[in-house]
C-alpha cells in the first residue's frame, strides 16, 4: 500500500489524528506542519539506538527514580506544528495513556545520527529538544567517532553545555543515572 501524505499544513493534534488513520504510517515527524517520513535505518543505527535504550533501561530500573525508558515511536510536541519522534527517550512517570502518540515530560532525549539526519539533529532537534522546559539532557551518539556528545541544560542558569564523551562513563545528573560507553559501542 502507497502512504499518500497530507498536501496541507498541520497542528500537531491533527497529525496524532491522521496517524490514527493511517496504521501504515510509520516513522514520521511533524516539522513545521509539513509530514516528514524517516528513511529506513541501517542495521548499526538500529544496533545503537538498542544498545542505549538497553543501558538507560538498566540504569532506570537501578535507581530507583520515578522515570521509565521509551524506544523511538512516541513523539515529543515541540511546537504546535512539530513533534520530533527521538531514537531513546527518558521521561518522568506516569506513564502516558497507552493510546498516546506523545511523551510529554521527557528527561533525556537521544538521537543516533546517520548520514540522512546528522545536520537535522544538531540544528533544528537540537534547538527544539531544549524548548521542553523538562529536559535536561539531550545525547548524539556519532556512530563514526563511537562517542556522545551530550548537551546539557545546566539547573541553576539554564545555560546548554556540550560535552564530547568517548570513554569510561557519561554521568546524566540530574536525574542521577550513569551508562558506561563499553556497553553502547560494544562491537560483535
Not at 502512504?3 to 511533524?30: G, I, N, Q, S
Not at 495513556?97 to 532537534?125: F, H, M, N, W
Not at 556519532?142 to 562513563?169: K, N
Amino acid at each position: 500500500m502507497n502512504l499518500m501524505l497530507p498536501t496541507r499544513r498541520m497542528t500537531v493534534e491533527e497529525f496524532f489524528a491522521w496517524c490514527e488513520e493511517h496504521p501504515d504510517a510509520r516513522r514520521c515527524e511533524l516539522i513545521e506542519g509539513v509530514v516528514v517520513v524517516q528513511q529506513a535505518e541501517q542495521w548499526l543505527h538500529t544496533q545503537l539506538k538498542t544498545s542505549v535504550f538497553m543501558a538507560l533501561w538498566k540504569a532506570v530500573e537501578g535507581c530507583g527514580l520515578p522515570l521509565f525508558v521509551a524506544p523511538s515511536g512516541p513523539a515529543l510536541r515541540i511546537a504546535p506544528d512539530t513533534a520530533f519522534e527521538p531514537d531513546v527517550v527518558v521521561a518522568h512517570l506516569p506513564h502516558p495513556d497507552p493510546k498516546s502518540y506523545e511523551i510529554t515530560s521527557p528527561v533525556i532525549v537521544v538521537e543516533v545520527l546517520s548520514p540522512s539526519t546528522r545536520r537535522k539533529d544538531l540544528g533544528l532537534k537540537r534547538e527544539g529538544y531544549f524548548r521542553l522546559p523538562t529536559l535536561r539532557h539531550y545525547l548524539i551518539v556519532d556512530p563514526d567517532a563511537s562517542s556522545i556528545v551530550q548537551y546539557v541544560r545546566a539547573t541553576a542558569t539554564g545555560d546548554i553545555v556540550e560535552r564530547s564523551v568517548t570513554t569510561g562513563a557519561l554521568q546524566l545528573d540530574p536525574p542521577g543515572l550513569t551508562i558506561e560507553l563499553a556497553t553502547i559501542f560494544r562491537r560483535s
